[in-house]
Nanobody, 116 residues
Framework: QVQLVESGGGLVQPGGSLRLSCAASGFTFREYVMSWYRRAPGKERELVGFISQSGGLTEFKDSVKGRFTMSRDNTRNTVILQMNSLKPDDTAVYYC?????????WGRGTQVTVSS
């Protein structure tokens, strides 16, 4: 079955960086767009960004453009979210997502807290 496992969250000061990783299994990873979502306290889950199957195209929500990047390794079935210049507003649980064979697949999430 499809499994997505996030790692790399933690507590970081404003201006700091974190690298989130999502390890995928149970499907042909290279054939699917991969996405990161986040849910901040008291808010709806929102799309942070996505990466195309080849990794050649990435798109991000406006508030993280220029600070976040995404990459993938199709030999290791892994997608990375590199987050730089973090702000308190980036505090959220971050989720890896893929829509595989018409079904939504989510990881359990990893907590990112940006605070001094």
């Amino acid at each position: 079955q499809v499994q997505l496992v996030e790692s790399g969250g933690g507590l970081v000061q404003p201006g700091g960086s974190l690298r989130l990783s999502c390890a995928a299994s149970g499907f042909t990873f290279r054939e699917y767009v991969m996405s990161w979502y986040r849910r901040a306290p008291g808010k709806e889950r929102e799309l942070v960004g996505f990466i195309s199957q080849s990794g050649g195209l990435t798109e991000f929500k406006d508030s993280v453009k220029g600070r976040f990047t995404m990459s993938r390794d199709n030999t290791r079935n892994t997608v990375i979210l590199q987050m730089n210049s973090l702000k308190p507003d980036d505090t959220a649980v971050y989720y890896c997502y893929a829509r595989v064979l018409g079904r939504d697949s989510w990881g359990r999430g990893t907590q990112v807290t940006v605070s001094s």
